[in-house]
């Protein structure tokens, strides 16, 4: 089990600028990566072309052996409602919604709500948040916001979680908090974590780093 990337460049514009240039390289199954590079190095590119949310110019990447350029939009969104997990820089927490439905919300698609509810709970409580299941995001502090949008990503168990700065937003103490909670989350459940940040010491956290500069690897 892997994610494998093919040649992968991606342009923009009607001008194409060319963002990527030709990355290669496999992320195992299990393993937890760090994305680093300047601004503009193409981060945010490459795991949204990673985790299916973009496609590439030209290249391709294969997850688990399956291509993704061909497969057809349901069984991109199936793949992406099962096996992957999506952290942002700011959570995307639904206003109107409670933590615990907002975390439940990627059971709606699965009608798999009620089956999940449990375990939605445990995670609530593995993040120290069990007192707050009933609250609104905005009773919430932004670490703890943070928190229910990674429960929110891990209801499925997913194989991959994908996450663009997840702690971009945060201050050191529920950046570290964050952090530590992929780590676990890695260790104890075998989940693969990509993520992309800008502090030096969360990136030396992950088993593996990758840096893109000018939108090459090294
Ligand atoms: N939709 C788009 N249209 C045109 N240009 C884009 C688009 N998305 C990204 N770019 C450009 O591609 C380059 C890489 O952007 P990307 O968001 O991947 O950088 P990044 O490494 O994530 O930067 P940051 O650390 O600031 O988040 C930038 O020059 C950006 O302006
Ligand atoms: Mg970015």
């Keep these: 089990m892997?994610?494998?990337?093919?040649?992968?460049?991606?342009?923009?514009?009607?001008r194409a600028t060319k963002v990527l240039h030709g990355i290669t390289g496999e992320?195992?199954?299990?393993?937890?990566?760090?994305?680093?590079?300047?601004?503009?190095?193409?981060?945010?590119?490459?795991?949204?072309?990673?985790?299916?949310?973009?496609?590439?110019?030209?290249?391709?990447?294969?997850?688990?052996?399956?291509?993704?350029?061909?497969?057809n939009s349901k069984q991109l969104h199936g793949f992406r409602n099962t096996k992957m997990g999506f952290v942002f820089q700011f959570h995307h927490l639904l206003p109107e919604l409670t933590a615990l439905e907002n975390v439940l919300m990627p059971t709606l698609k699965t009608r798999s709500s009620k089956t999940r509810r449990a375990f939605a709970l445990e995670l609530l409580r593995e993040f120290d948040l069990s007192d707050k299941a009933d609250r609104l995001p905005a009773q919430l502090s932004g670490?703890?916001?943070?928190?229910?949008a990674i429960a929110r990503a891990l209801v499925m168990q997913p194989r991959?979680?994908?996450a663009d700065e997840p702690?971009?937003?945060?201050?050191s103490a529920n950046g570290q908090l964050?952090?530590?909670?992929?780590?676990?989350?890695?260790?104890?459940?075998?989940?693969?974590?990509?993520?992309?940040?800008?502090?030096?010491?969360?990136?030396?956290?992950?088993?593996?780093?990758?840096?893109?500069?000018?939108?090459?690897?090294i």
């Design 2 to 14: 892997a994610i494998q990337m093919h040649d992968i460049e991606k342009s923009f514009g009607t």
């Design 27 to 71: 992320i195992q199954s299990g393993e937890m990566v760090s994305i680093t590079g300047r601004s503009g190095s193409g981060k945010s590119t490459l795991l949204y072309i990673i985790s299916t949310l973009d496609r590439p110019s030209a290249g391709d990447v294969t997850i688990d052996g399956v291509r993704f350029s061909a497969m």
């Design 143 to 148: 670490g703890e916001q943070q928190r229910v």
């Design 160 to 162: 991959y979680v994908f």
């Design 167 to 171: 702690t971009g937003n945060l201050d």
């Design 178 to 217: 964050v952090m530590n909670l992929f780590r676990r989350i890695n260790h104890e459940r075998q989940t693969t974590i990509i993520y992309v940040t800008h502090d030096q010491d969360f990136a030396a956290m992950a088993s593996r780093k990758i840096q893109l500069v000018d939108g090459k690897l």
